[in-house]
Nanobody
Framework: QVQLVESGGGLVQPGGSLRLSCAASGSILGIIAMGWYRQTPGKQRELVAVYNWGGGTNYADSVEGRFSISRDNAKNMVYLQMNSLKPEDTDVYYC??????????????WGQGTQVTVSL
């Protein structure tokens, strides 16, 4: 089994910054990618940013230039630095990890979610 533990959400004013962290632990043979998604109740979960362990990052257009994803390979962690936050960034943010569970199979895992609220 694999567990993802998130931290770093909270309340921030527009224009402010927050940093989310996600740590993966458990039966990890190798990581394919880790990233962040967000979801508003009643809407589909959407990609925010992903770090591909083989190299490369991807961002949603709405956060490009404001958010930055990074990783600590040794600790199986991924971070999301969120700057210039806007009220429309308010959401529950979920960490996702795609992990090799055997030499030939992988699975997706999700964290429990952390609330980010951008408001005066």
């Amino acid at each position: 089994q694999v567990q993802l533990v998130e931290s770093g959400g909270g309340l921030v004013q527009p224009g402010g910054s927050l940093r989310l962290s996600c740590a993966a632990s458990g039966s990890i043979l190798g990581i394919i990618a880790m990233g962040w998604y967000r979801q508003t109740p009643g809407k589909q979960r959407e990609l925010v940013a992903v770090y591909n362990w083989g190299g490369g990052t991807n961002y949603a257009d709405s956060v490009e230039g404001r958010f930055s994803i990074s990783r600590d390979n040794a600790k199986n962690m991924v971070y999301l630095q969120m700057n210039s936050l806007k009220p429309e960034d308010t959401d529950v943010y979920y960490c996702n990890a795609r992990i090799y569970t055997t030499s030939a199979a992988s699975s997706d895992y999700w964290g429990q979610g952390t609330q980010v609220t951008v408001s005066l």
